[in-house]
């Protein structure tokens, strides 16, 4: 069905009027017909084309956010992806690439087309661009995409300590692909469902072929490595404008991937807010000022005019590492991710007294610890630490995202918090954060946390970034290591996530410590049995060791004369 605008013809000054191509029939390799929008200017030349692909309902309309592409002369095509509302086949979330490309060949081909095309979107419209891209299409000139990482297993799934992501794919699979009808329990409820292998059941009402293959992979084996974009990046050629927030689920992996492709080729460019997954719902309680917000729609506009049309653009000639600097709440561009100025800094866990606590004795130093006492707690699967805001996806109505006061977590016995001195000076963390533990546990398997917290003059305490790892995966991913002698120390580190704040004169830096941020991360039931298969929860007594020989620290970026 073709559509034309019913307006009178625009001044000359004004784009001309759009021509709407509605559910075209967009033929696959295997004969599946994908439906897809097109809606381009009525004029008599060959224009370049926008595609986004979807799973999440294309419409009859563009969407306002698009319209400036067509005003600027470019067709936009908008698609279903298989399986998903008016197209054909069964929906396939892990794979994307074959249909892109098959997608990419058809506009080609057509009359308006002069056979150069870019592609943006966020969160799953931006994993389908990372999956073609792979494949090197040569219409495809450029891409863009936003919140949307590049590795299935580290991102989606699980995490880089190998706990899953648990409430973020639950939310996701009870929002996207609940069966006809069905009722799910409250998102509190259907998290704590067990055993996790049948989840997707009480979340969706049904059994769902890419929970199931997730269950069956918890390492990062060959199954997820033949479909990781990550693994295969030296494959992609294609410019990316990619985009990111220091609270989405994804932040690091969009930072990753920049780091690699810059690796190859100075066409990149990467752009890191002080956002969640959608950067158009402020936090509720915090505000990061006026200029905290990016024209990412004119960014896209300039990238694509530059790869698609040739013209000039002023973001090529500027550094291309733009990230939002939070504390002083300012934006500034890089040459490079990581800062090659950033120094590794230990900052090490002691204290005289236990640090079970807000209220405990835990310090931070700069100064090595000497003989002093371990910390010990109790960890309770039964009765996990509960996620705090974070950089969680994808409903914060549900799933509450963003920075939030940690105090309530901080005032549980199995949380040990240790805090530095006021601080004299401000102080720079821009980067990745690792934490290294010196720890023990009474379990053949279980799990240590890590939070980086910036604790305000009236003793709030914000949450920037924060990590898992899964006892098992401490030699690697992978594959998992033999069973934890109980009370043997074991060297772990934790991948605390990235971030970019100043911790201003007069605040406080904050790491807290635990075995569980739940439902962020899947509860591990200490047993050392298959996680995903177990119904029996036990308890772990964990030891984390601060002596001369055993000193655990977090290792901070610190950006020096910031």
């Not at 866990?349 to 010990?376: F, H, I, M, W, Y």
């Amino acid at each position: 069905m073709i559509l034309f605008c019913a307006t009178r013809l625009p001044a000359a000054s004004l784009p001309p009027p759009i021509v709407k191509h509605l559910n075209a029939r967009v033929p696959m390799r295997d004969g599946v017909r994908l439906s897809a929008n097109v809606f381009r200017p009525d004029v008599k030349t060959r224009v370049p084309t926008i595609l986004i692909r979807t799973p999440y309902g294309k419409g009859s309309d563009l969407p306002l956010g698009y319209q400036p592409f067509v005003d600027r002369g470019y067709a936009v095509v908008m698609q279903d992806v298989r399986g998903r509302y008016a197209s054909e086949g069964g929906f396939r979330p892990l794979t994307e690439g074959a249909d892109g490309y098959d997608t990419l060949d058809w506009i080609a081909i057509q009359p308006w087309s002069d056979g150069k095309i870019g592609m943006i979107g966020g969160s799953y419209l931006g994993i389908a661009q990372w999956k073609v891209a792979l494949l090197n299409n040569p219409h495809l000139k450029a891409i863009s995409p936003v919140v949307s990482g590049y590795d299935d297993y580290r991102d989606r799934f699980y995490s880089t300590g190998g706990a899953m992501k648990l409430g973020h794919r639950l939310l996701w699979l009870r929002e996207n692909l609940r069966a006809p009808g069905y009722k799910p329990p409250e998102f509190d409820r259907y998290v704590l469902h067990l055993p996790v292998r049948t989840s997707d059941r009480a979340a969706a009402g049904q059994t769902l072929a890419v929970w199931q293959q997730s269950i069956d992979h918890p390492a990062d084996d060959s199954f997820w490595q033949s479909i990781s974009v990550r693994a295969q990046i030296g494959r992609v050629h294609v410019p990316v404008l990619s985009f990111g927030g220091w609270y989405d689920n994804y932040v690091q992996s969009d930072l990753e991937a920049y780091s690699a492709l810059s690796a190859r080729s100075a066409s990149n460019r990467v752009v890191i807010g002080p956002w969640p997954h959608n950067m158009s719902i402020p936090f509720p309680d915090v505000d990061f000022g006026p200029h905290s917000s990016a024209a990412v729609r004119t960014m896209q506009l300039d990238w694509m005019d530059y790869w698609l049309r040739g013209k000039e653009s002023a973001m090529m000639s500027r550094p291309p590492v733009r990230i939002f600097v939070m504390g002083i709440n300012e934006w500034r561009e890089e040459r490079e991710w990581p800062l090659a100025r950033a120094k590794p800094t230990p900052y090490y866990l002691t204290g005289k007294l236990a640090a079970n606590t807000l209220k405990g004795g835990g310090e931070l130093s700069k100064n090595k610890p000497r003989n002093e006492v371990s910390d010990q707690f109790v960890f309770d699967p039964r009765n996990p630490v509960p996620t705090q805001g974070g950089a969680v996806c994808c409903n914060p109505k549900v799933y509450p995202w963003g920075p939030m006061d940690q105090r309530t977590v901080e005032s549980r016995t199995d949380v040990l918090v240790y805090t530095s001195g006021v601080l004299k000076k401000p102080v720079e963390v821009t980067g990745p954060v690792r934490v290294v533990l010196y720890a023990s546990t009474s379990a053949p398997d279980t799990d240590f946390t890590a939070k980086l917290v910036d604790v305000f003059p009236d003793g709030s305490a914000r949450n920037l970034t924060d990590g898992i790892l899964r006892l098992r995966y401490r030699e690697s991913l992978e594959k998992p290591a033999p069973p934890a002698v109980p009370g043997q120390a074991y060297q772990v580190t934790v991948d605390a996530g990235v971030t970019s704040n100043v911790f201003l004169k007069g605040h406080r830096i904050r790491v807290e410590i635990s075995s569980s941020n739940f439902p962020r991360f899947d509860r591990n039931p200490n047993t050392g049995r298959p996680v995903a298969e177990e119904t029996e929860l036990r308890k772990a007594t964990q030891t984390v060791y601060r002596d001369r020989t055993r000193a655990s620290y977090i290792l901070l970026p610190i950006v020096p004369g910031s």
